[in-house]
């Protein structure tokens, strides 16, 4: 579990906001630590928007100052991943053998940095990032040795010196959940299907996932399933 100090009510933090689960309660842990946040979120082409209005309703709701940058011009230069090109998304459980299809190529390290100019530019001194150890065996700007030089990068890379944090990166969505559940969150406020359909598919890695960490916790998902 995630035990939020209090760091001053002025600290100003930008998160990283995806619209899922996790970002949802690392925007929560970040209002708990007093933050004065700004939510930060990515059009980077993938397959639906869908994540991204449940991200705008969340800051809306909260009053949280909320950006919505495009970056869909990577994919010019950014192919062959299931999330953004004509691939099939692969169900089933997160392996490392069919979810690889999934992994956009330094996605992360793009939004980091463009989140870190975002900071030094309303004066934060802090970028969250919601890698989780799940994410570890696939996506390798999600594992510890990446955002450690990314916080290392961040902090010498302009005049202020930003810190990336990674409050998850040693939990699962287990953990994840059982967090937000203690803050009574309602996760029927996120998005975590690759698929954009009217309700979650719930076969695709991510849905796969999510569910099986409502049930660890012998909780219904709020969210609709096909």
């Known amino acids: 579990m995630v035990n939020p100090e209090t760091t001053g009510a002025q600290d100003k933090a930008v998160v990283i906001y995806s619209g899922g689960m996790d970002s949802y309660t690392l925007l929560n842990l970040a209002l708990r630590q007093h933050h004065r946040v700004y939510a930060l979120s990515f059009n980077y082409g993938q397959r639906h928007s869908k994540e991204l209005h449940f991200a705008q309703k969340v800051c809306d709701e909260l009053a949280i100052p909320h950006k919505l940058v495009d970056i869909m011009a990577i994919n010019q230069l950014i192919l062959g991943s299931s999330l953004t090109d004509d691939i099939e998304v692969p169900e089933g459980h997160y392996e ?12 992360n390290m793009i939004m980091l940095s463009l989140a ?28 510890p040795e990446f955002v450690q030089k990314m916080d290392d990068v961040a902090r010498i890379a302009n005049y202020e010196e930003v810190q990336i944090q990674a409050p998850f990166m040693y939990m699962s969505k287990i953990d994840i959940l059982a967090q937000g559940l203690q803050w009574q969150l309602d996760y ?3 998005w975590t299907c690759y698929n954009g359909r009217e309700k979650a598919c719930g076969k695709c890695g991510s849905c796969t996932e999510r569910l099986e960490a409502f049930t660890h916790h012998g909780l219904k998902d709020p969210l609709a399933y096909e």
């Open 116 to 143: 870190i100019g975002w900071a030094v530019s309303i004066k934060a001194n802090v970028v969250y990032y919601g890698a989780h150890s799940g994410d570890h065996a696939i996506y390798p700007d999600c594992r």
């Open 188 to 190: 029927g406020k996120t």
């Open 96 to 107: 490392e053998t069919s979810m690889k299809s999934t992994v956009v190529p330094n996605r």
